[in-house]
């Protein structure tokens, strides 16, 4: 059974980046068969994947079209986790962020995250 | 603008047997399984149905979905109370090299 644990702040500035972290328990960050993706939902976008991170030999990275020049997905292999980065965020970005597993059948608890002034 | 098409509600009362629809393209549902998921308020989605009709353990067999071409349905059979909620399809898409999502519908039980 594969747990998630979401971290980081609710409120993040306009301009500013958004970050945040998902702990993972019960899987590796590492595995070969896994893969690890952020979502966010929206009232005005609904639910909108924004990207994943795996590892096939080597760390692959995708994301989305919409926010592929703001986003970066990192795993971090010494804490078995991985983190969502979104530079430049504007009001349109606030939403509850997921992390979920790779055929999204694990969610983290989500963290609604607000960008205001 | 989603990228499934889903009916924004769909109603019934209990006992009843109701279908939800996703519609979507030749490079989502055409050719990928589709994951049905339940979103009560408050909470993340919870996996209902996925790869071709199966069930995580501890979702009941009253919940079932098809697929015909680019289009899928999720069937919930002897509706409860309970089932109030929003439910949402799921897909990879080969074209866009991401998942995308219906725009959710809400079961209201009468």
Redesign the interface.
Known sequence: QVQLQQSGPGLVKPSQTLSLTCAISGDSVSSNSAAW?W?RQSPSR????L??TYYRSKWYR????SVKSRITINPDTSKNQFSLQLNSVTPEDTAVY?CTTK????????TLVTVSS | QSVLTQPPSVSGTPGQRVTISCSGSSSNIGSNTVNWYQQLPGTAPKLLIYKNNQRPSGVPDRFSDSRSGTSASLAISGLQSEDEADYYCAAWDGSLNGWVFGGGTKLTVL
């Open positions: 993706n979502i609904g639910l909108e994947w990207g994943r995708g994301y989305a079209v997921y055929e999204n059948d694990y969610w983290g608890q989500g």
